[in-house]
């Protein structure tokens, strides 16, 4: 289900399935210690691997700096992995693991994220338009992958993605990722965000980057002909 784009599922379903059985495969999934992986609420310098035989020691982790959700989130219920629907922009892959912090940095199965962003313009979708938004459902080892583009800046913010965790029917937890000013600048450099002129330090003019950007910056690489990043977001 999470690669099929074409496929679209009610979050609100998948939740209330997560009531029953995704309960079952939360207590499976914490009945042994988590793999080795990179910090909760730490980039991950790589994409996350599977979990360990038992007998790992379990990793030391943060929670993840929340954020408000800001004017722009819209629930769609529409779960799929390539959120682009054709825009044009760098491309760039995001991977997730979200982890119970309380539980040992356990991974999540079966939770909901929402991804939501600007595009290249740094305008966002609005109305009956959904182009760059997103809802993943976490497997058995917490993780969820997206496919979309760097996003554009605007309104003097350090370019970012908003994502929203639903561990279940009741609670969620918001956040956003940043990007290294030296990435964005040779992003905005290549169309179509050359339309545009680039602000010469698109992080540091936002106080937000400058109380977060520490812990929520993502650690990307090259992927092709866009980036990559992985990330493990520890949740209460």
């Not at 691997?49 to 819209?74: D, F, M, N, W």
């Not at 956003?176 to 179509?192: C, H, I, M, N, S």
């Amino acid at each position: 289900m999470a690669e099929n784009d074409t496929h679209r599922t009610s979050r609100r379903a998948v939740l209330r399935a997560a009531g029953t059985a995704g309960a079952a495969a939360l207590a499976a999934a914490c009945s042994g210690p988590a793999g080795t992986r990179g910090a909760a609420g730490q980039p991950s310098a790589s994409a996350p691997r599977p979990p360990k035989a038992s007998g790992t020691p379990t990793p030391a982790c943060v929670l993840s700096t929340e954020a408000g959700a800001g004017p722009y989130y819209v629930d769609l219920d529409r779960v799929r992995s390539d959120i682009t629907e054709g825009l044009g922009g760098v491309p760039f892959r995001l991977d997730l693991t979200v982890v119970r912090v309380s539980a040992g940095c356990r991974p999540l199965p079966a939770a909901t994220v929402d991804v939501w962003h600007a595009d290249a313009s740094g305008a966002y979708s609005t109305g009956k338009a959904a182009f760059l938004r997103g809802t993943q459902v976490t497997d058995d080892a917490g993780r969820c992958v997206f496919r979309t583009i760097v996003p554009g800046w605007y309104a003097g913010l350090a370019p970012h993605i908003h994502f929203k965790v639903h561990p279940d029917a009741r609670t969620e937890t918001t956040s956003q990722f940043f990007f290294p000013e030296d990435l964005l600048l040779k992003v905005y450099a290549r169309q179509p965000y050359a339309r545009r002129r680039a602000p010469e330090h698109p992080n540091q003019r936002d106080s937000r980057y400058r109380a977060a950007g520490a812990t929520m910056t993502l650690a990307a690489s090259p992927d092709g002909d866009g980036y990559r990043a992985a990330y493990t977001v520890g949740i209460a």
